[in-house]
């Protein structure tokens, strides 16, 4: 069997850390999830979207530690899932009988649209139209990543791809500290709250 390479068995041990801490609270996320996807404003769609990201992060972590191909490919195509949502092309509805998925890459594109018809600054507006591709261009990489760790036979090539499906959905996801200039669902959350709209109008178009 090829031994991992170091940096991925640093990442695998430091992912397990995390991931003992967020399963603790995992049974509390989804009465938070329901609530915010219940109200149609920008602010609590960026929190749904956030929630959904840190979801996909867990679960690509569960497929880097799985111990069975068959529950690394379960995992693979859980964020596959998460991200393209119900009517993406690779949905696999048998791995999500009960849900409807809005998907990672359909909502940050329903969001980037509503914000684009909101009357902000237009630095403001060009500063969240730029993060918004960015964000998209890092979801469908994180995609690309997990559809290749979905092809592949051996449980360390599959983790590999993980990782960096791991990678682009922190990415995607963002810092929300205020010395942050990368891409990222945080960012648009502290930017939208740091400006207000320009005419003083609401955020719910």
């Known amino acids: 069997m090829k031994k991992a390479p170091q940096w991925a068995i640093a990442t695998i041990l430091g992912a397990a850390v995390l991931l003992s801490g967020f399963l603790g609270s995992a049974a509390h996320a989804e009465p938070g999830l329901q609530q915010v996807e219940e109200d149609d404003s920008i602010e609590s769609r960026l929190t749904a979207l956030a929630i959904q990201l840190r979801m996909a992060m867990t679960l690509s972590t569960l497929a880097v530690l799985a111990p069975t191909p068959v529950a690394q490919r379960l995992h693979i195509q859980q964020v596959i899932n998460l991200i393209e949502g119900t009517g993406g092309r690779h949905f696999v509805r048998r791995v999500s009988p009960q849900e409807e998925i809005p998907g990672l890459i359909p909502s940050a594109k329903v969001l980037s649209a509503r914000l684009a018809t909101m009357p902000l600054d237009p630095t403001l507006r060009e500063s969240i139209s730029v993060l ?10 994180a995609l690309e990543a997990s559809l290749l760790g979905l092809r592949q036979r051996r449980l360390e090539g599959a983790a590999e791809g993980m990782l960096k499906a791991y990678a682009y959905l922190s990415a995607a996801l963002g810092c929300g500290s205020e010395s942050s200039n990368l891409s990222g669902v945080l960012v648009w959350s502290r930017l939208l709250a740091s400006s207000p709209p320009s005419d003083g109008a609401s955020r719910r178009p």
């Open 132 to 141: 918004a591709k960015h964000t998209l261009f890092l979801l469908n990489s």
